[in-house]
């Protein structure tokens, strides 16, 4: 009788709940919202431009992209086995294709004088490194012979080649030279008189 007692309560809730039921007819409505047209306020005429002049504010131009911020490429990156047609045919930067090997010392200085270079150019010029003894048929396809062997491309065409390791100061000089020389062989023949 005592545990009866205990669970009184229980059972009367419990039959109170049955009893009300869930009948939508007796619960209110929620409350809707309102109509768009409240929220947003009254309607504005679309801009007319012969009338009107837009403007943006000075916090919108600073987050416009400039034309002259940082390369969207890598200045230097590894070559990872990526189509070598895509990695050449880029356009919009000049590309040194240097093959290399891990154990030639010359390797390294030329790679390191090659980043100078790209980052004197501002964002004109990217390196990719390209490890011969990693990638063979790549190697033998452009015909290397010897480390470091360097390719210089342009709009995916190949300009000229140089083999062993230069300072910066020669590779900057041998650059414009090359990129003017190709400005030269792209120049229509002056009209006959």
Same mark, same amino acid.
């Given at each position: 009788?005592?545990?009866?007692?205990?669970?009184?309560?229980?059972?009367?809730?419990?039959?109170?709940?049955?009893?009300?039921?869930?009948?939508?007819?007796?619960?209110?409505?929620?409350? %809707?919202?309102?109509?768009?047209?409240? @929220?947003?306020?009254?309607?504005?005429?679309?801009?007319?431009?012969?009338?009107?002049?837009?403007?943006?504010?000075?916090?919108?131009?600073?987050?416009?992209?400039? /034309?002259? *911020?940082?390369?969207?490429?890598?200045?230097?990156?590894?070559?990872?086995? &990526?189509?070598?047609? %895509?990695?050449?045919?880029?356009?919009?930067?000049?590309?040194?294709?240097?093959?290399?090997?891990?154990?030639?010392?010359?390797?390294? *200085?030329?790679?390191?004088?090659?980043?100078?270079?790209?980052?004197?150019?501002?964002?004109?010029?990217?390196?990719? &490194? @390209?490890?011969?003894?990693?990638?063979?048929?790549? *190697?033998?396809? /452009?015909?290397?012979?010897?480390?470091?062997?360097?390719?210089?491309?342009?709009?995916?065409?190949?300009?000229?080649?140089?083999?062993?390791?230069?300072?910066?100061?020669?590779?900057?000089?041998?650059?414009?030279?090359?990129?003017?020389?190709?400005?030269?062989?792209?120049?229509?023949?002056?009209?006959?008189?």
């Amino acid at each position: 009788m005592i545990e009866d007692m205990r669970l009184l309560p229980f059972v009367v809730c419990l039959s109170g709940a049955l009893l009300v039921g869930c009948d939508d007819a007796d619960e209110e409505t929620p409350p %809707q919202p309102p109509p768009l047209a409240e @929220v947003a306020g009254p309607a504005r005429p679309a801009p007319n431009p012969q009338r009107e002049s837009l403007s943006i504010s000075n916090k919108k131009k600073a987050a416009l992209p400039s /034309f002259n *911020a940082a390369p969207r490429f890598n200045r230097y990156s590894l070559y990872n086995g &990526e189509d070598i047609r %895509q990695v050449t045919g880029v356009s919009g930067r000049t590309l040194w294709l240097c093959f290399t090997a891990p154990w030639c010392p010359h390797s390294k *200085a030329m790679i390191r004088e090659l980043k100078i270079v790209a980052q004197e150019e501002k964002g004109t010029v990217q390196v990719v &490194e @390209v490890n011969a003894d990693a990638y063979m048929a790549l *190697a033998e396809e /452009f015909d290397i012979t010897k480390v470091p062997t360097t390719f210089i491309y342009t709009e995916g065409v190949k300009l000229d080649k140089i083999e062993g390791a230069y300072n910066a100061a020669s590779l900057r000089r041998f650059l414009h030279d090359t990129l003017a020389n190709k400005k030269n062989l792209e120049a229509p023949p002056p009209p006959f008189p």
